[in-house]
């Protein structure tokens, strides 16, 4: 099952067919916010579950899965270069350790 719209905005982007713009789903924002230490894990859950609550109440979306995915696109063993590179970036210029980071959520997503 595709997922995003045939030659819909996200597409665009996402096949770098507009340079310098990266699209994020709102997971992948909370995501950020974990990486830079203002969410827990923890809260990020919280927040996530409230948003697709809120918004997807018929099929809502798992946490856990869309994590493990969001991991899997910034890595350089799944991702692109250009993700992969970005994350790289984000994180040496906010001092952020990321194989910590992926460590603690790692563990929290083994418990839930």
């Not at 310098?20 to 969410?39: H, K, N, T, W």
Request: hydrophobic share 30%; glycine share 4%; net charge positive.
């Amino acid at each position: 099952m595709k997922n995003t719209k045939e030659f819909g905005p996200h597409e665009t982007l996402v096949k770098e067919l507009i340079e310098d713009v990266i699209p994020f789903a709102f997971y992948e924002l909370l995501f950020l916010r974990y990486l830079s230490g203002e969410f827990t894990a923890e809260e990020m859950n919280r927040e996530f579950n409230e948003i697709t609550s809120k918004s997807m109440n018929g099929r809502p979306m798992n946490f856990r899965s869309r994590m493990l995915r969001t991991v899997r696109r910034f890595s350089y063993k799944s991702g692109t270069k250009r993700d992969c590179d970005w994350i790289h970036s984000y994180c040496k210029s906010n001092s952020i350790n990321y194989k910590r980071k992926m460590i603690g959520l790692k563990q929290y997503l083994s418990q839930i």
